[in-house]
T-cell receptor, first 118, second 116 residues
Framework: GAVVSQHPSRVICKSGTSVKIECRSL??????MFWYRQFPKQSLMLMAT?????????EQGVEKDKFLINHASLTLSTLTVTSAHPEDSSFYIC??????????????FGSGTRLTVV | AQKITQTQPGMFVQEKEAVTLDCTYD???????LFWYKQPSSGEMIFLIYQGSYDEQNATEGRYSLNFQKARKSANLVISASQLGDSAMYFC?????????????FGGGTRVLVKP
């Protein structure tokens, strides 16, 4: 089946530094990638939608200059948290859309990245 | 805009018993899909079951079944014969069926704890 590899699984960084999270679709072409943020014991909140080769579409309230998304190829999308602060600590998870698998099984999630900013 | 509501923040269920997780939704789209995902403590999202808005029959996948009541805009998940491994967070989600977009909107989730 479709697999999305997300790295790193855990990262601890100092306040003020930047962190890059990668999501790779291993056996399919991800024309669309969704990035979610999840606080402890809460739901997944969509941050942005990216389509290969075009700029990401950010949800209302999400700072695009702080959360940089790049979807330069059909198999790789990255989320960079710039100038991270403790309030950015969260669980970030990506989901790749594989249209060839139809609407039912077309969403494949990465395993998530737990970011802790100290 | 789409909205998913899960009113049960947490539930206990006895092993081998059935449990129903509630999900109601609101959307202006005529065609949409409803999903249920399981998220264990490891954080991964596991797809469980899908129901299309025009599907006439309720979806079933093994021990999972979806009680779809379109007029009530509800899509409850029924887990039969609960197992200890079913302890996890469960999310209801929906997406419009369109040529573009198709982003998933999630409900707040229900934490299920299966007791031996």
């Amino acid at each position: 089946g479709a697999v999305v590899s997300q790295h790193p699984s855990r990262v601890i960084c100092k306040s003020g530094t930047s962190v890059k999270i990668e999501c790779r679709s291993l056996d399919f072409q991800a024309t669309t990638m969704f990035w979610y943020r999840q606080f402890p014991k809460q739901s997944l909140m969509l941050m942005a939608t990216s389509n290969e080769g075009s700029k990401a579409t950010y949800e209302q309230g999400v700072e695009k200059d702080k959360f940089l998304i790049n979807h330069a190829s059909l198999t790789l999308s990255t989320l960079t948290v710039t100038s991270a602060h403790p309030e950015d600590s969260s669980f970030y998870i990506c989901s790749a859309r594989d249209r060839s698998r139809g609407r039912v099984h077309g969403y494949t999630f990465g395993s998530g990245t737990r970011l802790t900013v100290v | 805009a789409q909205k998913i509501t899960q009113t049960q923040p947490g539930m206990f269920v006895q092993e081998k018993e059935a449990v129903t997780l509630d999900c109601t939704y609101d959307t202006s789209d005529q065609s949409y899909g409803l999903f249920w995902y399981k998220q264990p403590s490891s954080g991964e999202m596991i797809f469980l079951i899908y129901q299309g808005s025009y599907d006439e029959q309720n979806a079933t996948e093994g021990r999972y079944s979806l009680n779809f009541q379109k007029a009530r805009k509800s899509a409850n998940l029924v887990i039969s014969a609960s197992q200890l491994g079913d302890s996890a967070m469960y999310f209801c989600a929906m997406s419009p069926i369109k040529a573009a977009g198709n982003k998933l909107t999630f409900g707040g989730g229900t934490r299920v704890l299966v007791k031996p």
